[in-house]
């Protein structure tokens, strides 16, 4: 396919600057044309994929046309396999003894190897049974794994990976047909979670057991939307799901597929959206599980050389030029929003999708970055048409994308001259957080600063604010709890006991930094399994190094549950935001300041109706303290950081209404009562 010279394209297309994207921002006036080359790039391949088969959806079938399927009329399985440059493939299997020269596939004009397998010449070909590819290249011969593979199961004894039929008896039945994102989800508020970690239990969890056990929980925080990470078959349990082999099989550790769409349909059943961690952005390097060299031609769905392979991840990057790589990437978002009926995608690793350089030690200080000769066009490219594929299978389906680098339009519509995404997320919201702690007093703490932080965000993209993720939660780094406390972690959280000042700061500023987050960061929020309870620990993966425990890679539900430990006030609080927001959808209204002082720490800020106000001095409470309303009227408190069970110590009167009053000028004031290391959150009266 064709490669954007973007370096070539500066000069203004007379017709580019009337693109949305451009009157939106002014700033991106001299790259028009490029902007304008992409949108055009895209509607040209998009019209060639709709003259070739009619439409993207149709053209998303790489799945249906590759891999191992039923045919019921002739009674056996169809096995095909792209792989142009191999000089022999061979299906195996315990239906043939697993005799690698016994049953030979036939190569067609196109790349693709097929052969089918008949029920009467293969008679323990039957679900269960256990297969794989036995490919002849350049680069010898091998047993390989077929690239569109929808199950994989792994030997307890030898770990070796094979392929296994799964072929249930009665399809599953879904009961979600009513289901509708939009109807549930007005401003998304995300529960990001993996599976294996998320029972207290020492092992990894279940589909099932997540479930029945985890689900509950979350639908009674007020969490609208559930994002999984490692769904997608991987080879390393300790890679969180992000070196993935096989894209279109569920990860067969936490259960059987059928499980999964069990979780899927029990969350829609709860009102709950399910949005899956997708990683189209590297692949495994594993040869004998995952796609690499597939064909021996050294490259196949991935580039050849360096350009190939990602320097930071030790993983192999997409060929998003090459057609067959894109229908099979397009044909995987399809299969996941069909087969188990996901309601969108949180694209890992955009970032590195984006640039050849990856976005790994370049700080994004200039526009020319985003439209220069770095900026890859083939990936800018697949993105607008991942978007385009997935709202045209699931118009109301959500789209977020994980970017830190700020290239414009990522959230923006593809026919404005964006990528399509629905969402960015909020990246440089919890490396501010840790850095704040990490490297200042809290008596340095700019108010100002930090109103900048929560809204130095492109206007007109949504995002999804976050004040950590599973990032700061894995071993060589803390959770926020783990920073506030440290050691206090394991030893003050007890409530029947008088909190010291280190547990009684950790306690009051975790409550400050989720909801001040929450309420001017973005216009979606999100939060990592268990940290709604600050969670006392890291999360570490069974490793040789830790012996291969589980003791780090699991989730404590009995201190969240235990009313005599602050982990349980924590909770509480994290409920009564979330279900906040839930009630008022504050989310949906611009943030404007109206105070922020860096004497008194007070920052204070209006929110579609509602004003929150904070006092981050760690001494400091302050009487009659005085403000900017924003608006005349009066005013109600809604929610108290420091009510007793949210490990507070009552020092605000809940039941007082509070009236602005003008100052000389008629400008309305309102004037409260301030505790130290407080927040507080009125609505104004209508």
Not at 96 to 121: A, H, I, K
Not at 390 to 407: H, N, P, T
Not at 427 to 451: A, C, F, N, V
Not at 628 to 653: H, K, M, N, V, W
Request: negative net charge.
């Amino acid at each position: 396919m064709e490669t954007a010279a973007a370096d070539t394209l500066t000069t203004a297309d007379p017709a580019a600057p009337h693109l949305p994207l451009v009157q939106h921002d002014p700033w991106l006036a001299p790259y028009a044309a490029v902007i304008q080359h992409r949108l055009d790039r895209f509607y040209a391949r998009k019209a060639a994929i709709e003259v070739e088969v009619g439409s993207l959806t149709k053209y998303a079938t790489r799945h249906q046309q590759l891999g191992l399927h039923y045919d019921a009329r002739r009674r056996g399985y169809w096995l095909r396999e792209w792989a142009p440059a191999a000089h022999a493939l061979f299906a195996v299997g315990d239906f043939n003894q697993w005799d690698r020269g016994y049953t030979p596939l036939t190569r067609r004009d196109d790349g693709v190897w097929e052969v089918f397998l008949s029920e009467q010449t293969f008679p323990h070909l039957t679900p269960g049974s256990r297969y794989k590819l036995h490919v002849h290249a350049a680069n010898g011969q091998r047993d390989r794994l077929p690239a569109t593979v929808r199950r994989v199961v792994q030997d307890e004894h030898t770990k070796d990976f094979s392929a296994q039929i799964w072929r249930p008896e009665q399809p599953f039945q879904w009961t979600d047909q009513q289901f509708r994102v939009g109807n549930y989800v007005k401003e998304p508020l995300i529960y990001e979670a993996h599976v294996g970690m998320a029972l207290e239990e020492g092992r990894v969890g279940s589909w099932r057991e997540f479930a029945d056990y985890i689900l509950p929980r979350i639908q009674e925080d007020g969490y609208n939307v559930v994002q999984l990470m490692a769904v997608a078959e991987h080879p390393y349990y300790g890679s969180f799901g992000y070196h993935v082999a096989n894209f279109f099989a569920p990860s067969a550790r936490f259960g059987t597929p059928e499980d999964l769409k069990y979780l899927i349909n029990e969350a829609h059943r709860r009102g709950l959206a399910v949005v899956m961690d997708m990683v189209h952005s590297h692949s495994v390097k594993n040869e004998a599980e995952g796609l690499g060299n597939l064909d021996g031609s050294g490259a196949l769905y991935f580039h050849e050389g360096p350009r190939g392979q990602h320097p930071g991840w030790d993983s192999l990057l997409f060929d998003y030029g090459r057609p067959e790589v894109q229908q099979f990437l397009l044909s995987n978002l399809r299969y996941w929003l069909e087969e188990f009926h996901f309601d969108g995608f949180r694209f890992d690793g955009v970032t590195s999708m984006l640039y050849h350089h990856h976005g790994e030690g370049t700080a994004f200080t200039d526009y020319a970055q985003y439209f220069g000769p770095e900026a890859d066009e083939d990936a800018i490219l697949y993105l607008q048409l991942a978007t385009a594929l997935v709202r045209e299978c699931k118009k109301s389906a959500l789209l977020i994308a994980e970017d830190m680098s700020g290239m414009p339009g990522l959230a923006r519509p593809v026919e404005e001259g964006g990528l399509g995404f629905g969402y960015r997320l909020a990246m440089g919201l919890p490396d501010y957080w840790i850095k704040t702690l990490k490297h200042q007093r809290d008596e340095d703490w700019s108010m100002g600063g930090l109103w900048h932080q929560l809204t130095n965000r492109r206007q007109g993209e949504k995002t999804v604010a976050y004040a950590e993720s599973h990032d700061q939660a894995l071993v060589g780094d803390k959770s926020l709890s783990h920073w506030l406390l440290d050691a206090r972690i394991y030893s003050g959280m007890s409530r029947l006991q008088e909190a010291d000042l280190i547990t009684a700061r950790g306690v009051a500023l975790h409550k400050l930094i989720r909801l001040v987050t929450l309420g001017a960061g973005g216009e979606a929020y999100m939060n990592f399994i268990g940290n709604e309870f600050g969670h006392p620990e890291w999360v570490d993966f069974p490793r040789e190094g830790n012996s291969w425990s589980h003791h780090y890679a699991r989730r404590q539900w009995s201190l969240a549950d235990n009313p005599d430990l602050y982990f349980h006030s924590w909770l509480l609080f994290d409920r009564a935001m979330i279900q906040l927001e839930r009630r008022t959808r504050f989310l949906a209204g611009p943030t404007q300041l109206l105070h922020a002082d860096e004497d008194n720490k007070v920052l204070a800020f209006e929110r579609a109706g509602l004003v929150f106000v904070f006092n981050f001095h760690p001494e400091r409470s302050l009487s009659d303290y005085r403000f900017f309303a924003g608006q005349p009227g009066s005013y109600t408190l809604l929610l108290d950081s420091d009510q007793p069970e949210f490990g507070g110590y009552a020092r605000i009167a809940a039941d007082v209404k509070h009236f602005s009053q003008p100052d000389e000028h008629g400008t309305p004031f309102l004037s409260l009562y301030l505790p130290s290391r407080t927040a507080q959150v009125l609505q104004r009266g209508k």
